[in-house]
Nanobody, 124 residues
Framework: QVQLVESGGGLVQAGGSLRLSCTGSKYTFSGYAMGWFRQAPGKEREFVAAISWSSDQTDYSDSVKGRFTISRDNAKNTVYLQMKSLKSEDTAVYYC?????????????????WGQGTQVTVSS
């Protein structure tokens, strides 16, 4: 059974940094593309970043481009989201997602497997 578990969330001041991790079962990472999404209070879940299985392709939403970096370590079955220069508007529950495929995917409906989410709160 596919399982994804996020960690690394917490409270940080504006301008600070956090690194989120998402660890999946071995089954999950074999040939799977990964993505990060977030959902702020009262808003719909939105795309943040995506990475292909081989890490040769990545994509970011305009709101985080230049501040966030997605990466993965397939040997550890883990995908990361390094977040820098955090802003209050980055406050949200962050979810990682997985789907089989060789490319990268930015639409929520394209992912079939989701973690439970981790809260990131940025204080101004």
């Amino acid at each position: 059974q596919v399982q994804l578990v996020e960690s690394g969330g917490g409270l940080v001041q504006a301008g600070g940094s956090l690194r989120l991790s998402c660890t999946g079962s071995k089954y999950t990472f074999s040939g799977y593309a990964m993505g990060w999404f977030r959902q702020a209070p009262g808003k719909e879940r939105e795309f943040v970043a995506a990475i292909s299985w081989s890490s040769d392709q990545t994509d970011y939403s305009d709101s985080v481009k230049g501040r966030f970096t997605i990466s993965r370590d397939n040997a550890k079955n883990t995908v990361y989201l390094q977040m820098k220069s955090l802003k209050s508007e980055d406050t949200a529950v962050y979810y990682c997602a997985a789907r089989a495929g060789s490319g990268y995917y930015i639409q929520e409906y394209e992912y079939g497997h989701w973690g439970q989410g981790t809260q990131v709160t940025v204080s101004s």
